[in-house]
């Protein structure tokens, strides 16, 4: 039987957040950021025939939360809508606010808990030295994952110590 070699060694690391990012603008201004200004030096590619920019959204989900509360304002029951985009999940949120009879069967009234929302996006990062590696954020915590040379680690660390929200 033949035995598995290590090719490769990856690492990853986490930066958690002291505060929660504080809303949904806020965690799409960071992201766009990255793409817009390409603070880590990311350099285009092409594989299998195909383009790709240095950054490019990889994969992203956001949640709403929505809490039902009866006359007391007691929460009584609660429902969470995961979507692919911002817009998207904003318009579930509204549509299930809006739902009467969604309302009644649970028995409260529908309030968007928006401090409860989760978020994430995962960049897919190709370094000038040709490695691809990963940058996933949430409300949360900053995940670099897949990369092997530490310099990738330092600049992606410098560019976040100048983002507020991401202390």
């Not at 979507?83 to 299930?96: L, Y």
């Not at 809006?98 to 994430?120: C, E, F, I, N, W």
Request: hydrophobic content about 40%; proline content about 2%.
């Amino acid at each position: 039987m033949a035995d598995f070699i290590e090719t490769t060694n990856t690492k990853s690391a986490t930066r958690e957040l002291a505060a929660s990012i504080a809303d949904v603008a806020t965690f799409q201004s960071i992201i766009q950021s990255v793409i817009n200004d390409n603070p880590f030096g990311c350099t285009a590619y092409t594989q299998s025939g195909v383009s790709h920019d240095g950054v490019e959204v990889n994969r992203e989900s956001y949640t709403a939360k929505i809490v039902f509360e009866d006359n007391a304002a007691e929460k009584v029951g609660t429902l969470s809508v995961k979507c692919p985009t911002v817009s998207s999940m904003n318009s579930a949120a509204g549509a299930i606010v809006a739902d009467a009879d969604l309302a009644v069967a649970v028995g409260g009234d529908p309030v968007r808990d928006a401090d409860s929302d989760t978020y994430s996006c995962q960049l897919k990062c190709h370094d000038a030295n040709s490695e691809t590696y990963y940058v996933t954020f949430s409300r949360d915590k900053v995940r670099i994952s897949s990369y092997e040379d530490d310099s990738i680690l330092t600049v992606v660390e410098t560019w976040a110590d100048t983002v507020s929200a991401l202390a």
